[in-house]
């Protein structure tokens, strides 16, 4: 039996060592991302090197691929910046700030799929740090419906499914059916569509 926690986020990308009550009670004590990247360099910040920017003034326009059949060339999450603002979640228990979540399709399409978040943690010398990323198992975020479609490809419950292993089938070039579908951006109201994987296919598709 799995309690609601548990269902929600994978727990063992928390911590692999503390049992599931300290999960829930001790919100900055989880396993941190010790990632030095995400320390600013003094109090300056980090310089962006503006040499590395692409030449053109936009990427390639979001076409409509609505009932194709794509493969997925590769899938990463991109955290946010130290600088960035902590949000509270609904129940103002936890902290947590959003991640990118980018899936890259063939012919050079893109989508962006919400729902990737990290947590707000504390090192042992009680420097802040990165939980690693969560995708919330029983969510009706982007992120989450895109892990409930790969676990149904595996037969399994999201739950059961690690970001280890997601993130890992996503970059080993699967074939998806698309669908374009319209969602409502939550800063502004507007109706916008995206092209969302609603089906795994094999490989001889």
């Not at 978040?117 to 420097?127: A, H, L, P, T």
Request: charged share 35%.
């Amino acid at each position: 039996m799995t309690n609601e926690f548990e269902e929600m986020y994978n727990v063992e990308d928390f911590s692999e060592n503390e049992n599931l009550q300290e999960q829930k009670d001790k919100t900055t004590e989880e396993r941190p991302i010790d990632s030095e990247e995400l320390i600013a360099n003094g109090g300056e910040g980090l310089s962006y090197d503006y040499t590395k920017a692409p030449d053109r003034a936009k990427g390639p326009d979001r076409e409509n691929l609505n009932g194709k059949i794509m493969t997925i060339e590769k899938a990463e999450i991109i955290l946010p910046p130290p600088e960035k603002p902590w949000e509270w979640s609904k129940a103002n228990t936890v902290e947590y700030k959003p991640c990118m979540f980018v899936v890259y399709y063939e012919e050079g399409q893109r989508e962006y799929y919400s729902g990737v978040k990290v947590f707000k943690r504390k090192d042992s010398e009680g420097n802040e740090k990165y939980s690693h990323p969560q995708i919330h198992n029983k969510g009706k975020n982007q992120a989450s419906q895109l892990k409930k479609v790969y676990a149904k490809y595996k037969k399994a419950e999201p739950e059961e499914i690690s970001l280890k292993q997601f993130m890992s089938f996503l970059n080993s070039k699967p074939k998806a059916k698309i669908e374009f579908k319209g969602f409502e951006n939550p800063e502004t109201g507007d109706d916008v569509k995206k092209n969302i994987v609603v089906e795994f296919v094999s490989q001889e598709q």
